[in-house]
């Protein structure tokens, strides 16, 4: 089967820097992204890895590693609009999808 | 806004009864997924179409179809529901060209109820 774990809750301060982390074990892979989801509204794209090594987007970076079944989101410079849930899915072959459970960040003034 | 559009925004209904939910996708995009996310289930893909064929099938029940019509507006056809259908149903869109992965751009959702 598919398993994605991603940590349920994260609390953060405001300017701080937070890491989300994600492990899945899947039978096949082709890339893995995140999305933001703020509450009772629909995902938005953060990032997608295909290859190992870190992807930087802005505040946002995305680091992947194949061998290691392993992949983190690093927010950096936390603001009060990060507060929301990530979700970590793996793109497998076959072009279907997985989406772990999702991570809800609470960012404190 | 991402330019996907869904109606419904909210549906209530009884059990064992069918409804239908409606996306249009962005200006262009070729490609239109379905997914559910109920409270104890997180997101969970259900199908993709791409120009009107089906491309990847995910945790879609019996009971739910779907297609994409000619002009790339899809709809989700949902019958004999249970209460554990109740759920937010996104669909999103992208390119899709070459098999390539591109960016899915979600639309706002239809909120079901099965009473």
């Known amino acids: 089967g598919q398993n994605i774990d991603q940590p349920t809750e994260m609390t953060a301060t405001e300017g701080a820097i937070v890491q989300i982390n994600c492990t899945y074990q899947?039978?096949?892979?082709?890339?893995l992204f995140w999305y933001q989801q703020h509450a009772g509204e629909a995902p938005t794209f953060l990032s997608y890895n295909v290859l190992d090594g870190l992807e930087e987007k802005g505040r946002f970076s995305s680091f992947l590693s194949r061998s290691k079944g392993y992949s983190y989101l690093l927010l950096k410079e936390l603001q009060m609009k990060d507060s929301a849930s990530y979700l970590c899915?793996?793109?497998?072959?076959?072009?279907?999808?997985?989406f772990g459970p999702g991570t809800r960040l609470s960012v404190l003034p | 806004d991402s330019g996907v559009t869904q109606t419904p925004k909210h549906l209530i209904t009884a059990t064992g009864q069918r409804v239908t939910l409606r996306c249009s996708p962005r200006s262009g995009d070729l490609s239109v997924y379905w997914y559910q996310q109920s409270l104890d289930q997180g997101l969970q893909f259900l199908i993709q179409?791409?120009?009107?064929?089906?491309?990847a099938k995910g945790n879609i029940l019996e009971r739910f179809s779907a297609q994409q019509f000619p002009d790339l507006h899809s709809e989700l056809n949902l019958s004999s529901l249970e209460l554990g259908d109740s759920a937010l149903y996104f669909c999103?869109?992208?390119?899709?060209?070459?098999?390539?992965?591109?960016?899915?751009?979600f639309g706002p959702g239809t909120r079901l109820t099965v009473l």
């Open positions: 899947t039978s096949g892979f082709n890339g």
């Open positions: 899915a793996v793109y497998l072959y076959g072009q279907n999808f997985v």
């Open positions: 999103a869109s992208s390119v899709e060209t070459s098999g390539a992965y591109n960016e899915q751009f």
């Open positions: 179409y791409y120009n009107g064929e089906e491309r």
